[in-house]
T-cell receptor
Framework: KQEVTQIPAALSVPEGENLVLNCSFT??????LQWFRQDPGKGLTSLLLIQSSQREQTSGRLNASLDKSSGRSTLYIAASQPGDSATYLCAGGDQTGANNLFFGTGTRLTVIP | DAGITQSPRHKVTETGTPVTLRCHQTENHRYMYWYRQDPGHGLRLIHYSYGVKDTDKGEVSDGYSVSRSKTEDFLLTLESATSSQTSVYFCATRGWGDEQFFGPGTRLTVL
């Protein structure tokens, strides 16, 4: 069974700083990896999806990388803003036809103005 | 956003009562999923569907059943609710590019 870990559980940074969130997974046979954002009391918003054949994906100030051989993914956020404060979740998709996701417990990010 | 709605958004019920949660999507996506989110566990898959009347179990399916009679609707039923089923329930769909999209969630409390 895929185990996904996100460390640290919480992170505080001053506004404007660049930061990296980490995600590790135990089974390198993932089909894809997806990063989400979750605001308190809300649902999940998809940020980036990386297919197993890709190394990275970019969207605006966000860049996600995937290294299957080492079982790691990172989410880089450039020039952080207070509006980036949220919990960030990563999830590895399995190789069944359903592409079921296995989630980490998230990193709670606070960007201090 | 894949046009996913969930109902009800909040529900309080008593142990032993049946409960049905509804998920509705407007994007005609084939795959639909039910997850639960609990502190310290992250999101875990309960059941999923790969088409009308086609469903399968996920990691934490005990005590839950599902049905999908139309492409746009996926129902999750707790036949006899227990306190351990107090949780936030999320529905998701899988788009054509494999990206999963989530609904706003249903907060269920079983007393």
């Amino acid at each position: 069974k895929q185990e996904v870990t996100q460390i640290p559980a919480a992170l505080s940074v001053p506004e404007g700083e660049n930061l990296v969130l980490n995600c590790s997974f135990t089974d390198s046979a993932i089909y894809n990896l997806q990063w989400f954002r979750q605001d308190p009391g809300k649902g999940l918003t998809s940020l980036l999806l990386i297919q197993s054949s890709q190394r990275e994906q970019t969207s605006g100030r966000l860049n996600a990388s995937l290294d299957k051989s080492s079982g790691r993914s990172t989410l880089y956020i450039a020039a952080s803003q207070p509006g980036d404060s949220a919990t960030y979740l990563c999830a590895g998709g399995d190789q069944t036809g359903a592409n079921n996701l296995f989630f980490g417990t998230g990193t709670r990010l606070t960007v201090i103005p | 956003d894949a046009g996913i709605t969930q109902s009800p958004r909040h529900k309080v019920t008593e142990t032993g009562t049946p409960v049905t949660l509804r998920c509705h999507q407007t994007e005609n996506h084939r795959y639909m999923y039910w997850y639960r989110q609990d502190p310290g566990h992250g999101l875990r898959l309960i059941h999923y569907s790969y088409g009308v009347k086609d469903t399968d179990k996920g990691e934490v399916s005990d005590g839950y059943s599902v049905s999908r009679s139309k492409t746009e609707d996926f129902l999750l039923t707790l036949e006899s609710a227990t306190s351990s089923q107090t949780s936030v329930y999320f529905c998701a769909t899988r788009g054509w590019g494999d990206e999963q999209f989530f609904g706003p969630g249903t907060r269920l409390t079983v007393l």
